[in-house]
């Protein structure tokens, strides 16, 4: 059964530092995975697709079979990067599966 | 302006009655969802609709109902039958073939039973 894990569901980070927000899956099939981030009052938002291999807002995540991972990484963390992150796995058909997600904050 | 629009905002319900949720899209999206959102469990997804009249359950749709009978609507219905639904419940809507530009999401309705 598809499954995807977000170890942490809070991490803190001081600014300029960096961050990984972690994401596991377990899938059969061939994977393709989001990562979706949710800010303050704002709705729920595409961040970046493994299939694009782009960098959105300095965050870059890179698809790891070997390792069933896609954790999402930024050099130097900003504070409005604090957030609620996402991780997603896309499965049959168009629905997704999402994990527990993390709450980043980043403090000044 | 183009977008999923989820109202109310904000429902309250008693125990026992049945609740509408709207969901109202003018992408022309062919598929819509709708998630519950708890603290700690991150979105489980409650029903979803690939095309016109069609829907499928997803992982927790004991104790809600769906109907799609319009492409731009898919109102979910919380029935007495759920044991839980004190929660926030998000919207989404995709086009399929399109998927990978991911979701459109609502502003979602919080749910409280009183």
């Known amino acids: 059964a598809q499954r995807v894990t977000q170890p942490e569901k809070l991490l803190s980070v001081f600014k300029g530092a960096p961050v990984e927000l972690k994401c596991n899956y377990s899938y059969s099939g061939s994977p393709e995975l989001f990562w979706y981030v949710q800010y303050s009052r704002q709705r729920l938002q595409l961040l970046l697709r493994h299939i694009s291999r782009e960098s959105i807002k300095g965050f870059t995540a890179d698809l790891n079979k070997g390792e069933t991972s896609f954790h999402l990484k930024k050099p130097f963390a900003q504070e409005e990067d604090s957030a609620m992150y996402y991780c997603a796995l896309k499965t049959s058909g168009s629905r997704l599966t999402f994990g527990e997600g993390t709450q980043l904050t980043v403090n000044p | 302006d183009g977008g999923i629009t989820q109202s109310p905002k904000y429902l309250f319900r008693k125990e026992g009655q049945n609740v509408t949720l709207s969901c109202e899209q003018n992408l022309n999206h062919d598929a819509m969802y709708w998630y519950r959102q708890d603290p700690g469990q991150g979105l489980r997804l409650i029903y979803y609709?690939?095309?016109?009249?069609?829907?499928q359950k997803g992982d927790i749709a004991e104790g809600y109902s769906v109907s799609r009978e319009k492409k731009e609507s898919f109102p979910l219905t919380v029935t007495s039958a759920q044991k839980n639904p004190t929660a926030f419940y998000l919207c989404?809507?995709?086009?399929?073939?399109?998927?990978?530009?991911?979701?459109?999401f609502g502003s979602g309705t919080r749910l409280t039973v009183v």
């Open positions: 989404a809507s995709s086009l399929p073939g399109t998927d990978n530009y991911g979701y459109t």
């Open positions: 609709s690939q095309i016109v009249n069609d829907f």
